[in-house]
């Protein structure tokens, strides 16, 4: 190769290193400002979707079970949580956007990380798949049963997945608890174990749902381990 070609190519070289080197980075997205609460995870503000990192709250219309066994409207809660803590100017800074369009960001109200509030009140998981920002907020609110600790509930991720179950009038009041029929017999799963997302219910067969253990456990049925 030429002597002065070779030194164009190396010139053209340096140069794109140069303009890489000095490109911007990525802008931040910062939207503030009056925000209307979606659900326990999920903001609008001036017409902007925001889904907060680092965080999963119960979906709106998902239950839970507290540790007498009686079934509560957990999503209700988070949502109502959230109103709280986004109440007034809300801002919201980040940098990327989820696969439905909304802008993934760290929310402050009052001076205080939003998402750090509700998963610290026990309203809200870490969604670690994501983030590790609140996996000490979600320690110590384990620790101390706050919230969704203070019982057992599907994670919103297992509830998400299988919301499409067929679940009776009972469920969709909170009676939470599976009781299923099977070569074994008659064994209720609570939510939050490890077989009660996969366990389908079938009314037609006799299966049923049930809002506590004692009721379960007075219809024939037994805990399933």
């Known amino acids: 190769m030429p002597r002065d070609m070779w030194g164009m190519f190396r010139f053209v ?3 794109l290193i140069a303009l890489i080197a000095c490109a ?8 503030s400002g009056k925000a209307r609460v979606v659900d326990g995870d999920t903001l609008e503000i001036n017409h902007r979707k925001i889904r907060i990192s680092g965080i999963d709250a119960p979906e709106s219309s998902q239950n ?6 009686r079934g509560w409207a957990c999503g209700r809660e988070a ?4 109103r709280k803590l986004a109440a007034g100017k809300v801002a919201c800074t980040g940098g990327s956007s989820d696969r439905y369009g909304r802008l993934i ?13 509700m998963v610290v009140q026990g309203y809200a998981m ?9 996996v000490s907020q979600e320690k110590s609110a384990m620790i101390a ?3 969704l600790w203070a019982g057992t509930f599907q994670t919103p991720a297992e509830y998400r997945a299988h919301k499409n179950d067929a679940p009776d009038s009972r469920a969709s009041a909170g009676c939470t608890i599976k009781g299923n029929i099977s070569k074994n017999g008659k064994l209720y799963h609570m939510p939050g174990s490890a077989s009660y997302a996969a366990t389908k219910i079938s009314t037609a ?3 049923r749902w049930f809002c506590t253990e004692a009721e379960a456990r007075k219809a024939g049925w037994v805990r399933a381990h």
Not at 107 to 117: E, H, L, P, V
Not at 126 to 134: E, L
């Open 105 to 117: 960001a760290v929310c402050k109200a009052k001076g205080q990380d939003i998402g750090a509030q």
């Open 145 to 147: 049963k706050r919230g």
């Open 64 to 69: 839970c079970t507290r540790a007498d066994g």
């Open 24 to 31: 911007p980075p990525v802008l931040a997205e910062t939207v």
């Open 126 to 134: 870490a969604y670690q798949t994501y983030s590790k920002a609140y």
């Open 205 to 207: 067969k006799g299966e």
């Open 79 to 82: 949502t109502g949580l959230m």
């Open 13 to 15: 070289y340096v140069l």
